[in-house]
């Protein structure tokens, strides 16, 4: 995703087709708005930029997400952060897959 400043434009940024589109053009439009004010986008958008990054990962890797999500969302035995240990691999190769080379 681009950001506005340091010779790049929003135009630049690549499209996110499907889900995730609607949460992009508020992230480029807030990002247009902080350009605007005294606050830099990065703090007046912070709530936008994980929502988009979250929306992608799910949507790229909904399985991996979902079990990061269920076996990491707290703290249990041995067993468990040894399951959480494996889901955060997992999504971490299934993400590695989807990068452009």
Do not use: F, W, Y
């Amino acid at each position: 995703m681009s950001r506005t400043g340091g010779g790049r434009s929003e135009s630049a940024a690549v499209p996110v087709p499907g889900p995730c589109a609607s949460v992009q053009r508020a992230l480029a439009e807030c990002h247009r708005r902080a350009s605007l004010g005294p606050l830099k986008p990065e703090v007046l958008c912070r709530h936008l930029n994980r929502s988009l990054a979250e929306c992608l990962v799910t949507s790229c890797c909904p399985g991996e997400t979902e079990a990061v999500r269920t076996l990491c969302g707290s703290a249990g035995t041995a067993l468990k952060r040894s399951q959480c240990q494996r889901a955060r691999i997992d999504l971490s190769l299934c993400l590695e897959a989807h990068q452009e080379p």
